[in-house]
């Protein structure tokens, strides 16, 4: 199973001016492939097939190397050779339908540089955690492709990766990278498979509904309200305040200048805080929900993009604008993003999948309406925005934790009568061509083509 590690690391200013240069570099290369195969795409209807040019998809890059590149010579090759690499995999997710067409990737100050198991090397000898590791960067051949050694701050275990990411964002630097644990996930069908044995009942017992909303971010079935603790979400509201003030520097500042550019520093580094404490509770929500120990968890089936959309404007007489209700909408939609459902959704699948556990998603409709001891359903069933009552059983309880039991149910009867059937996902691979082997003896070569070599 791949893990993904990502931890920060503390370059010297000089290291980071030649990392820096090195993700310039992978930009260019990067940029200069998605514009030559929109340049090519644009003749190749009319233009191409007389002159019998192919529409190149490939990893060339030394065609970029002319006049006025020099500087890219600066690089080591192998940071080259992965910005094309990097391009080809963009390109064949464009192929499978997983992405858009890669599309130009602009200099906002941030970025990454992407290295091979050739440019670093990692010098901590076991890796112990929250302790400060080392990893060399660089080609000891040529002392200009030499960034020396890294510190990093290693606060969980890893494994030696084939390759490895350095990312800069907001002014900090990271180390991410992925490795194979070597552990075999458990197969979902089989999970599946597992839970549609047992009755509907029975299967009850075994799942947790979780009721996303914005008052109280997560609620389960099992009577857990989880929310963002009130210091945290007393510093995200200063990080707003803090973020509209030096928006409105940006604007007054002339860009480009030393003071625009502290400016657009101070947004980045105030976003990247609000999204660290929106991440941090996904991960807290999503682990607890695991910990519940229930094989089955359901959530609801929210279509959240559309749900944080814009209103479309409404257009009035004499060119004016009718109210669309955009104004009212903006609490709702930044209560959603706040709450950030969609990530504890994810998070919740990737930690249940790791453990043999299964995550489905059951209609939403009326389940704030319906009860969930008798199954009658009612507007008047919700007296107000907590509290549920039966107008049939007069079952009383909290509405979010009522919903959370009804999609419990829902889940448990979904993969038990009508049997649940997790969705493939679409992978891409990148295959070399084979190079054929020179035929040695009739039909079958008796030497290997290394040996012949
Ligand atoms: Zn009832």
Known sequence: ?????????????????????????????????????????????FALPLTGVAVPIDQK????????????RKCPSDIRVFAATNWMYAYRRFQTGLSAR????????????????????????????????????????????????????????????????????????????????????????????????????????????????VVTPVVTSEGA????????????????????????RIRRRKPGSANWRKACDQVAKTASHAKNVRNDFAHKASRSIVNAGKPLIVFEDLRIPNMVKRPAPAPGTNGRWLPNGASQKKGLTRGILDSSWGRIDKY????????????????PRYSSQECSKCGHVQTENRVSQDTFQCQVCSYESN???????????????????????????????????????????????????????
């Open 225 to 248: 309200f989880l929310e963002i603790p009130p210091d945290q979400k007393e510093s995200m509201k200063r990080d707003e305040a803090k973020m509209k003030r030096w928006k409105r």
């Open 61 to 72: 890059y030394s065609h970029f190397m002319g006049d006025g590149a020099e500087w890219l």
């Open 102 to 213: 890669p599309r130009r990737h602009k200099d906002k100050g941030n970025g990454s540089v992407w290295i091979s198991s050739r440019l670093f090397r990692f010098e901590a000898g076991e890796a112990k955690n929250g302790s400060f590791h080392t990893i060399w960067v660089g080609r000891p051949r040529n002392p200009e492709h030499v960034v020396g050694h890294i510190p990093f701050r290693a606060h969980l275990d890893y494994q030696i990766p084939k390759s490895v990411h350095l990312v800069r964002e907001a002014g900090k630097w990271y180390l991410t990278f992925a490795f194979d644990d070597g552990l075999q996930i458990p197969d979902e069908a089989e999970t599946v498979e597992w839970l549609a044995g047992f009755g509907e009942d029975e299967l009850l017992q075994k799942a947790i509904g979780v009721d996303r909303g």
């Open 348 to 363: 919740t699948r990737q930690k249940a999948l790791a453990k043999g556990m299964l995550c489905v998603k059951a209609q």
């Open 1 to 45: 199973m791949m893990i993904g590690r990502r931890f920060r690391c503390y370059p010297t200013p000089a290291q980071q001016d030649k990392l820096r240069l090195w993700i310039r570099c992978q930009r260019f290369i990067y940029n200069s492939k998605v514009e030559e195969l929109d340049y090519f795409l644009k003749f190749s209807k």
């Open 399 to 453: 509405a979010d934790l009522n919903a959370a039991k009804v999609l419990a149910k829902r889940g448990a009867a979904m993969v038990a009568n009508e049997g649940y059937s997790p969705k493939k996902r679409k992978r891409y691979g990148v295959c070399r061509k084979k190079k054929k082997s020179k035929e040695l003896g009739p039909g079958r070569p008796e030497v290997t083509l290394g040996e012949s070599e």
